[in-house]
């Protein structure tokens, strides 16, 4: 029998020994690596903080590995978070090669992004940070949803009344069965109660009552306690609303479901949530009306600040390029359109330059080097004067060419917004068609291996809590932190190996299963 010890032991070891091959990993490669963090409690009421890294490797393959999953004591306040995740930056040497940083929608996330700001140096990221904070689009549709549920949801409450009283004994449930097939019903679906708080479990029985709606009548006859039978009205307004909600369903399962797509899928699905709230706004169905006008007040919120990064994704696609912005925004837009168009347009210039004047900064840096071993090695006692004024003359030459620089670049996104539009194949690759097409393109290249890999969702961090809560539950919580880190650690890594995750022709890459998302609340002050 192996005692304890040896198997912690064991398992150490195999932590310290992966933990090792992805440090060296990421230090090697050249590029920058987004994260996602969230916190998440156990059963024994300790607070843990999950660290994800996301990136494209040298192969193109779009990886996320856990960096990070530490137990954080209590208080839980933006500044602690902040420190704890400047240390497991640092710990891991990526500090100054973070691209985002996805987190979701709550007060403190954001007081904790303005205090890695003034932590971590700006001009290491992108356009000096302004876009480091990501945020989670799976909870702010989850927002949406919930505020227009909260609307309508007196509409459905016959509804939701009846599932209960026929899902609430076993006797019951058999009875309803039984008159399904009197019907018939061709369905094997059960009936599922919701949970208020969470607008997909809504959804998810809204579509299996409707399909059994023709049931509920006949029960009505031969059960005389049964006195929540929903009227033609309700139905009417409940297969409406669930027609709405089927988009939501769909686009949320995207963001956080097993697959995990490129960042280029994302602008396309959250302008059309866009378009359709515009569309429902106009229904002749007052109920449908208000349901939408409290969903548009809630993305119009978030909208701006979440656009930005997801229309450089959808430019870099070559099967869009500006094209799909234009599209959309004149539907959503209409006359100020083109301002907005523009606002994308320079939102890319303005990352190119960025990147370009890295690219100089490290040629120049090169260059000093250079010269300074050159001049060491020179003689010291040399007689030779040198002219003072050409100083200026340096400065003058260096402006040109960082100009002529910047012209290149410009030209190069230009060069690739006027070749035509790749067609929409299903199978096609993005990343293997950036791959091959760095020569003509190099900084864009560049941009396209740390934009694709951004994750718009904190997905990958819950996915770490759904195997942590198999690791700490009520019967086994006294493991040591550092235990339980290693244990994730090694989990997910070897896991990783053993799967040669790699993306498909979509773009996406399968990783484990997630947990549900939780109830959220838009101005909560803490985890």
Request: hydrophobic share 35%.
């Amino acid at each position: 029998m192996i005692s304890r010890n040896t198997l912690k032991g064991d398992i150490l070891k195999i932590y310290k020994d992966e933990r090792t091959k992805y440090y060296n990993l990421l230090g090697k490669i050249k590029c920058r690596i987004a994260i996602t963090t969230d916190m998440w409690t156990s059963s024994n009421n300790k607070g843990f903080m999950a660290v994800t890294g996301h990136f494209i490797d040298d192969n193109w393959t779009l990886q996320n590995c856990i960096l990070r999953f530490l137990y954080v004591p209590a208080p839980h306040t933006a500044e602690v978070l902040a420190d704890t995740l400047v240390e497991s930056l640092m710990d891991w040497n990526i500090d100054r090669k973070v691209s985002t940083i996805t987190v979701d929608n709550c007060t403190t996330n954001d007081a904790m992004i303005n205090h890695l700001l003034q932590k971590l140096p700006t001009k290491d990221m992108l356009l000096d940070g302004k876009v480091l904070h990501m945020r989670c689009c799976a909870h702010i549709l989850n927002l949406i949803v919930k505020d227009g549920l909260d609307t309508i949801g007196s509409s459905i409450e016959r509804i939701r009344d009846s599932v209960i009283y026929w899902t609430v004994s076993p006797s019951r449930v058999e009875k309803f069965e039984e008159t399904a097939r009197q019907v018939p019903v061709n369905c094997t679906k059960k009936l599922c109660l919701d949970c208020k708080t969470r607008w997909n479990s809504t959804y998810l029985m809204l579509e299996t009552a409707i399909i059994y709606k023709d049931v509920f009548p006949r029960l009505n006859v031969r059960e005389k306690n049964y006195k929540s039978l929903p009227t033609e009205e309700d139905w009417v307004n409940a297969i409406e609303i669930c027609g709405k909600l089927k988009l939501f369903h769909q686009v949320t399962e995207m963001f956080s479901g097993t697959l995990y797509p490129t960042s280029n899928f994302y602008f396309q699905k959250i302008c059309d949530i866009k378009v359709k709230l515009d569309e429902w706004v106009k229904s002749p169905n007052i109920l449908i009306q208000d349901m939408a006008l409290s969903m548009l007040r809630k993305y119009d919120k978030y909208w701006e600040v979440c656009h930005i990064l997801m229309g450089v994704a959808v430019v870099l696609d070559p099967r869009y390029k500006m094209s799909l912005v234009e599209f959309f925004f004149r539907k959503i837009y209409h006359e100020s359109a083109r301002f907005k168009i523009d606002e994308v347009r320079q939102n890319c210039y303005d990352l190119l330059f960025d990147y370009q004047s890295r690219c100089c900064t490290l040629n120049e840096s090169s260059s000093s080097i250079g010269s300074l071993e050159n001049t060491m090695s020179s003689d010291v006692h040399s007689d030779v004067n040198v002219d003072d004024s050409l100083d200026e003359f340096e400065q003058f030459v260096v402006s040109k060419t960082s100009g002529a620089t910047n012209l290149s670049a410009t030209s190069e996104l230009d060069m690739y917004l006027e070749e035509s539009l790749l067609p929409r194949a299903r199978d096609f690759d993005i990343l293997n068609w950036w791959k091959t097409n760095g020569v003509k393109f190099p900084t864009l290249q560049k941009m396209a291996r740390d934009i694709l890999a951004i994750p718009v969702s904190t997905v990958a961090s819950e996915s770490a809590f759904s195997s942590s809560g198999k690791l700490i539950n009520p019967h086994r919580n006294r493991l040591h932190h550092t235990t339980v880190e290693a244990l994730m650690y090694s989990r997910r890594w070897l896991w990783n190996e053993a799967n040669d995750t790699c993306s498909t022709s979509d773009g996406i890459q399968t990783c484990p299963s997630i947990l549900d998302e939780e109830d959220d609340q838009d101005d909560r002050d803490s985890k």
